[in-house]
């Protein structure tokens, strides 16, 4: 073996070197971000800039990519480039193409990698180094919850992109944090009758869970929702996030006595897990004199194209579909819109990832101007309580108890014969917005405060 | 019983492609003792080869059906493959179910080139530098070539499915005396432990009975004395980086049906190699493919509900966990030769 060069003095030293960069304060200190308007990241001249933190590489990538696409068509629909989009649909008509307040929007981009730490250290360098006034965007509720915290401590606006763990607007919720996404709790309350009418009262449910935030509220809230309607739940699993072959999750669920197979998985463990799956003939076999049947609570379209023909058939619940307007009419206005602008500008029609961002970039543009500040505390009152329509789920209001948006939720299910590559999930029911909504005290969302509006000064 | 036989089958295919996998890197190891971390990224590139063979096949041209509108209402562009166009419907959507199949043909010149290009362009200029300077270029190297699939292939699984004919399970138990629906396998599963057992096959009798082989098996056992006898050894090791190259590459084309591929895949696989040419022994062929289906099956057992409500965790530890007994009972491993990294 090779001699190391390492003596114990240069160790000492280096070791001496890394603790001492580790110690360093990272918290923010307020003279880097006050500004004289009293608030961070004030702008000043003709132009303000959004930051926009997605993940650029990781399993989420092509998530990212489209979450990308969707707040560059925003930036320039409010800068009155391009149709305009859903700025003609949205109820508020505060925003008139002219940019916000008048200043003309820019933005830039950061990566996530869909790891917190990542996240946050790029969210940190848009807010110190680009002056960004608000962060948008991300793809895992891991992320969200630590971005959001970051920017509740430095006082900008975070107006989360797909994040669908209860905790994000439950236990770790923030004053400066907005989700427009739905999450796991109205996944459960709108697939419960579904599954009701589809499978029956009497199942045993057995579910893979993937270990971290998002797959824990996921689970316990089909297992609540399920047990609601007389099911039996026979196991929960958790899988390890790096998993990539579920094989040997899945061999045993037949033996188990379960009928109903539950995949609380994303991205990329979604496809492998379905896949798997239906490679140990789950979707073809019987259990209990039944058909056996497999459930993946939250669709999206980009997954669905991994897992190809093997999603077929399959239920699920998404935020929004780009079908919703041409199917179930006007009460969903604004796709069109967005799908038109979006198709001609990129070849194809947006995912559902794609759209909370654009919606939440024009969001937090049309408080701005309606609040008259760029100042977070300003905007977060514009904000609460905001009832609006016209931008693709019906009339949604913004909550001020938990900053979480309520609106109908849309229950799809795998096509049988897609006809093209963007055409894979077609809409079963649209869960109306009462049946999806909770108290915001709720067990499932406890053990959180909003606290304070930071404006960072 | 019929669950212990069913872990058991799920390990064999898992733990033939750790045996692939660390057959290649034994093979590189024991000829031109170099740790290969890039090795991982060599079994990425093979599923990416049925890939690019399924793209290419796909390769579409367009025509306008004005009688039905996409979904921006414009009318209809309707693919069809030049497989189908060239080789008529039927035949040509044969060709193009039977992709992964047929990527093996496809496969195996490009990996041999992309190996020997990996050895001649890089890796011969680190057979003198120390392992850790090997380890770190390898490493990079991987790094390299995981971006430039995502760059070409973007971060998503692409779906690769097996053939028609091979979709699906069967009744495994039935055959054996079980339970009806008690051993419920898939059949390309089982595809893939059978191409995996000829593979290993087809290299152990290359090396046992070919000249060829025998050179190199004297050249691992006394590369010097090989050296002093006239033959060019080092061409042959490089030959045999190729055919390493290769091996991961086959086993990467037959796994794209069981998980879609996606650039992550070979580090995914490779860590796990490394231990299972750790416990198989270093430099041991054999030790290695036994290792790869030991480690596959232990594996599988400690994934199952039981094992996790008896040990949390375990599933994700478990692998290393023997790692770190074999290195302390027996360093050299399970059946590594005498005097192999126990100095």
Redesign the interface.
């Known amino acids: 073996m090779s001699s190391s060069n390492y003596s114990r003095r240069r160790l000492l030293k280096t070791g001496a070197a890394t603790g001492a960069a580790l110690a360093t304060p990272t918290l923010f200190t307020g003279a880097a971000w006050a500004q004289e308007q009293g608030f961070t990241n004030a702008p000043t001249g003709g132009t303000v800039t959004l930051g926009f933190n997605v993940p650029q590489t990781g399993p989420y990538a092509d998530e990212g990519a489209d979450e990308l696409r969707a707040f560059e068509l925003a930036v320039e629909h409010l800068n009155g480039e391009g149709d305009g989009g859903m700025l003609s649909t949205f109820s508020s008509q505060a925003l008139e193409g002219s940019g916000i307040l008048g200043k003309r929007v820019e933005y830039v981009t950061g990566d996530t990698q869909t790891k917190s730490d990542a996240a946050r250290a790029s969210a940190r360098s848009m807010i110190e180094k680009d002056g960004v006034i608000m962060i948008s965007g991300g793809s895992s509720s891991g992320v969200a919850v630590a971005v959001q915290g970051l920017c509740q401590e430095a006082g900008i606006i975070f107006m989360a992109g797909l994040t669908h763990s209860n905790d994000t607007t439950g236990k770790d919720r923030k004053a400066n944090g907005f989700r427009h996404f739905f999450n796991a709790y109205q996944s459960a309350a709108a697939m419960g009758p579904v599954l009701e009418s589809l499978y029956g009262n009497d199942r045993k449910a057995y579910h893979l869970t993937a270990d971290y935030t998002w797959g824990w509220t996921t689970q316990e809230s089909m297992q609540a929702a399920t047990e609601a309607l007389g099911w039996e739940t026979v196991n929960n699993v958790l899988t390890p996030l790096a998993s990539t072959d579920f094989s040997s999750y899945i061999a045993p669920v037949l033996q188990s006595g379960a009928d109903v197979l539950f995949l609380n998985h994303y991205g990329g463990n979604m496809v492998n897990s379905l896949t798997n799956a239906v490679q140990f003939g789950l979707k073809e076999a019987q259990a209990n004199g039944k058909d056996f049947q497999i459930v993946v609570p939250l669709y999206s379209e980009l997954m669905a194209r991994g897992a190809g023909q093997n999603i077929a058939g399959i239920p699920g619940s998404q935020n929004w579909d780009w079908k919703l307007e041409n199917q179930l009419g006007e009460k969903y206005k604004g796709t069109n819109d967005f799908v038109q602008a979006f198709g001609e500008k990129y070849g194809f029609p947006p995912s559902q990832a794609a759209h909370t961002c654009y919606v939440q970039t024009l969001l937090y543009a049309d408080a701005v101007q309606r609040a008259g500040s760029f100042n977070p505390c300003a905007v977060v009152e514009a904000l609460e309580g905001f009832e609006f329509d016209g931008l693709g789920n019906g009339p949604t209001l913004y909550r001020a108890e938990d900053h979480q948006c309520f609106k109908d939720v849309v229950v799809v299910r795998g096509k049988e014969n897609p006809e093209n590559e963007f055409d894979l999930v077609e809409i079963v029911e649209v869960t109306p917005t009462e049946a999806v909504t909770y108290p915001h005290d709720h067990p499932m969302f406890a053990g959180g405060e909003l606290g304070e509006c930071n404006p960072g000064a | 019983m019929?669950?212990i036989f069913?872990?058991i089958l799920?390990?064999l295919?898992?733990g033939s492609a750790y045996a692939l996998i660390a057959l290649g890197l034994t093979l590189i190891f024991g000829t031109l003792g170099v740790v290969n971390f890039a090795h991982g990224a060599l079994f990425m590139i093979g599923a990416f080869c049925a890939v690019t063979l399924s793209r290419l096949l796909s390769l579409s041209f367009t025509t306008i059906d004005e009688t039905r509108t996409?979904?921006?209402g414009n009318p209809m562009k309707v693919e069809t493959p030049y497989a189908e166009w060239l080789f008529g419907p039927e035949f040509g959507a044969a060709i193009i179910d039977w992709t992964v199949p047929l990527s093996i043909l496809f496969a195996i010149p490009v990996m041999l080139v992309v190996g020997l290009v990996m050895e001649r362009g890089l890796i011969k200029h680190f057979y003198k530098r120390?392992?850790?300077?090997q380890i770190l270029v390898t490493f990079g190297l991987a790094i390299v070539l995981q971006e430039v699939i995502?760059y070409f292939y973007?971060?998503?699984?692409?779906?690769t499915?097996a053939p028609e004919l091979f979709?699906?399970?069967f009744d495994f138990g039935a055959l054996l005396g079980f339970e009806a629906?008690?051993v419920?396998?898939?059949i390309?599963?089982a595809v893939y432990f059978i191409f995996s057992l000829t593979v290993i096959a087809a290299v152990f009798g290359f090396l046992q009975f070919t000249t060829f082989g025998m050179v190199v098996r004297a050249g691992m056992a006394d590369r010097e004395t090989v050296g002093l006898l006239g033959i060019d050894i080092d061409k042959r090791f490089t030959i045999m980086f190729g055919i390493a190259a290769a091996v991961a590459g086959l086993a990467g084309v037959m796994y794209t049906p069981?998980?879609?591929p996606?650039y992550?895949?070979g580090m995914?696989f490779l860590v796990l190699s490394f231990v299972v040419v750790v416990v198989g022994g270093m430099g041991s062929l054999p030790g290695a493919v036994l290792a790869g289906f030991l480690l596959g099956i232990l594996?599988?057992?400690?994934?199952?509900?039981w094992a996790?409500n008896l040990v949390p965790g375990i599933?994700?530890i478990i692998i290393y966990l023997v790692a770190i007994v074999v290195l302390l009972t027996r360093p050299r491993g399970l059946m590594g030769r005498k005097g192999v990294m126990e100095?």
């Open positions: 019929d669950a069913l872990q799920n390990g295919d898992k996409d979904f921006l120390p392992h850790a300077d995502k973007g971060a998503n699984p692409i779906p499915p979709r699906g399970s629906n008690a419920i396998y898939p390309w599963r069981i998980n879609p996606n992550h895949m995914d594996e599988s057992f400690a994934s199952t509900a996790i599933n994700q100095e």
